[in-house]
């Protein structure tokens, strides 16, 4: 299917390529596949008279940002694989060249309070990275419905978007709600978000990633993330590292220099010395006194 999208007006340029893999339309919401092939680096401004929600089934390209206030330093933030983006709002982004595979939703109201612009802050950078494990699978089952229609597609899709679109409602709340909790100047979204990005496998990320996740600057990251944890931003991630060592450890597998990469080391001889230092063991130590 080479179709027009009926999700949203895309423009027509040589340095982007959209093509409509597949499609389910519902009362209130169109549910597209999306193949995007992005030629040179890319940006611009995104808005649509209809709510967007956007997940990216395989990585988007380069590393995509935006935000609300414009591509200032400490407005715009890391784009997630799932993004909302609320009716009649200006979505500034930019990523890299590439491929990108998508599946697209563009919907009316669905009975949301919260699809237009007066949308809470904390919610609308929420938006820009929606961590919900729910609405994830759900929209990768709608993206399988439209790719390999079976028996009542259309009708199995119709109940998976209403709790997509349940699922992203809790979401918002409880964004809103948290995100106003202050702890010494940082939401919990904010630390919850530098947690995240910590802990995930290999190097961990650098503070201008850091602060672009919490909205921030690099210099007021550093202060607010110093009054909110009463450490350094160096002290903490190494911290979390061990932390997530110990916890690999307590198991048979995966091997130790495996370990090593996992926790962001670029050798199992820097991450031995590391936890020796931490803990007066070795990994290999450690690891034979948790299983016994």
């Given at each position: 299917?080479?179709?027009?999208s009926q999700v949203y007006d895309l423009p027509v340029t040589p340095a982007m390529e959209c093509t409509v893999r597949g499609r389910i339309a519902l009362p209130g919401v169109?549910?597209?596949?999306?193949?995007?092939?992005?030629?040179?680096?890319?940006?611009?401004?995104?808005?649509?008279?209809?709510?967007?929600?956007?997940?990216?089934?395989?990585?988007?390209?380069?590393?995509?940002?935006?935000?609300?206030?414009?591509?200032?330093?400490?407005?715009?933030?890391?784009?997630?694989?799932?993004?909302?983006?609320?009716?009649?709002?200006?979505?500034?982004?930019?990523?890299?060249?590439?491929?990108?595979?998508?599946?697209?939703?563009?919907?009316?109201?669905?009975?949301?309070?919260?699809?237009?612009?007066?949308?809470?802050?904390?919610?609308?950078?929420?938006?820009?990275?929606?961590?919900?494990?729910?609405?994830?699978?759900?929209?990768?089952?709608?993206?399988?419905?439209?790719?390999?229609?079976?028996?009542?597609?259309?009708?199995?899709?119709?109940?998976?978007?209403?709790?997509?679109?349940?699922?992203?409602?809790?979401?918002?709340?409880?964004?809103?709600?948290?995100?106003?909790?202050?702890?010494?100047?940082?939401?919990?979204?904010?630390?919850?978000?530098?947690?995240?990005?910590?802990?995930?496998?290999?190097?961990?990320?650098?503070?201008?990633?850091?602060?672009?996740?919490?909205?921030?600057?690099?210099?007021?990251?550093?202060?607010?993330?110093?009054?909110?944890?009463?450490?350094?931003?160096?002290?903490?991630?190494?911290?979390?590292?061990?932390?997530?060592?110990?916890?690999?450890?307590?198991?048979?597998?995966?091997?130790?220099?495996?370990?090593?990469?996992?926790?962001?080391?670029?050798?199992?001889?820097?991450?031995?010395?590391?936890?020796?230092?931490?803990?007066?063991?070795?990994?290999?130590?450690?690891?034979?006194?948790?299983?016994?």
């Amino acid at each position: 299917m080479n179709a027009v999208s009926q999700v949203y007006d895309l423009p027509v340029t040589p340095a982007m390529e959209c093509t409509v893999r597949g499609r389910i339309a519902l009362p209130g919401v169109v549910m597209e596949l999306h193949h995007y092939r992005f030629r040179g680096q890319q940006g611009g401004v995104f808005s649509s008279p209809r709510s967007f929600l956007d997940l990216a089934l395989s990585p988007r390209p380069g590393r995509p940002c935006g935000g609300y206030g414009g591509m200032k330093e400490g407005r715009a933030s890391a784009l997630g694989d799932v993004l909302f983006v609320p009716a009649r709002s200006e979505l500034h982004t930019e990523w890299g060249e590439g491929e990108q595979t998508s599946i697209c939703c563009g919907f009316d109201g669905m009975g949301f309070d919260h699809d237009g612009p007066d949308l809470s802050k904390d919610a609308l950078q929420a938006s820009l990275d929606v961590r919900s494990p729910a609405v994830r699978e759900a929209l990768r089952r709608i993206a399988g419905e439209i790719a390999q229609p079976g028996f009542c597609s259309e009708m199995l899709t119709q109940a998976i978007w209403l709790q997509a679109a349940i699922e992203l409602q809790r979401y918002l709340h409880g964004s809103a709600r948290d995100g106003g909790t202050g702890v010494g100047g940082m939401t919990r979204t904010q630390l919850q978000r530098i947690g995240d990005r910590v802990e995930q496998p290999g190097k961990p990320p650098s503070v201008a990633e850091l602060a672009a996740e919490c909205g921030l600057s690099t210099r007021h990251f550093f202060r607010q993330f110093k009054i909110a944890t009463g450490q350094t931003l160096t002290r903490y991630v190494a911290d979390r590292k061990i932390d997530r060592a110990k916890q690999l450890l307590r198991q048979a597998r995966p091997a130790i220099k495996v370990i090593a990469w996992d926790c962001g080391f670029d050798s199992a001889a820097a991450f031995s010395a590391a936890f020796r230092k931490a803990t007066g063991l070795t990994p290999r130590q450690f690891r034979e006194g948790a299983m016994h």
